[in-house]
């Protein structure tokens, strides 16, 4: 038998096409664990607060070609980056609610369809990253998405290549992903993430250990 782990806090990541609705959920994640005591943070990935994030935010803001490859480890390195932090914040307690993460690093690079850059290469440079205890997919009609405000200010938000992105999505979801109608009330939304949400917390606490990705 294996030793009884530490408490620690929960990963819970969303994921999801652009415009679908996470930052939303998430935050509304965030203000009812907060509600209930629970010591969480809210982060998102890229974070485009430090150098190679600023590369990132350059790179979705702008048309210019840049090597498909380079920018794929721009965004996994933005997550290596982070790693000690977020572990050592989980292994204090901290609960971390995630606006994307590993899964739309392997989503959207797959989507390119650059021969080398498949979804098996992607999953790998992602190995040794902590893996979610909870993946809230939030399911969108790409259409649907396309035609709410803003759709179209970053270079990923062309209607096309949000279906390829959510082709790529289906291909990555597992049994273990929280898979939600994106289209249904935000309230609505909230109460199935937060049913599926406090069991993971409540599981961290009690010790479950932290996965690896990638499995
Ligand atoms: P955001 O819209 O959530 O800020 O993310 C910016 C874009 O970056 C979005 O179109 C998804 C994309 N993305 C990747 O291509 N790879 C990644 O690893 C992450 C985290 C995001
Ligand atoms: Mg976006």
């Not at 702008?62 to 996994?76: C, E, I, M, P, S």
């Not at 709410?148 to 992903?177: I, N, P, T």
């Amino acid at each position: 038998a294996t030793a009884p782990c530490a408490p620690r806090g929960a990963l819970i990541v969303f994921e999801g096409i652009d415009r679908c609705g996470k930052s939303t959920q998430s935050n509304m994640l965030v203000n009812t664990l907060r509600s209930r005591r629970v010591n969480v943070e809210h982060w998102r990935f890229p974070d485009r607060s430090t150098k190679i994030g600023q590369k990132i935010d350059d790179y979705l803001h702008n048309g210019v070609q840049q090597d498909d490859t380079a920018v794929h480890l721009l965004f996994t390195a933005n997550r290596f980056e982070k790693r000690n932090e977020m572990l050592r914040l989980l292994a204090g307690g901290t609960t971390l609610v995630l606006d994307r993460y590993s899964y739309s690093g392997v989503a959207y690079t797959a989507a390119k369809g650059v021969p080398h850059l498949d979804s098996e290469y992607c999953r790998s440079v992602e190995v040794g990253l902590p893996a979610a205890d909870l993946v809230v997919f939030m399911a969108m009609p790409p259409e649907q998405a396309a035609a709410r405000g803003g759709f179209g200010a970053e270079r990923y938000e062309k209607l096309d290549f949000q279906r390829k992105v959510a082709q790529q999505y289906e291909a990555l979801k597992d049994s273990h992903w929280l898979t939600l109608d994106a289209t249904l009330q935000p309230e609505l939304i909230h109460q199935q993430v937060m049913g599926a949400a406090l069991p993971m917390v409540e599981n961290a606490a009690r010790g479950a250990p932290l996965g690896r990705l990638w499995d």
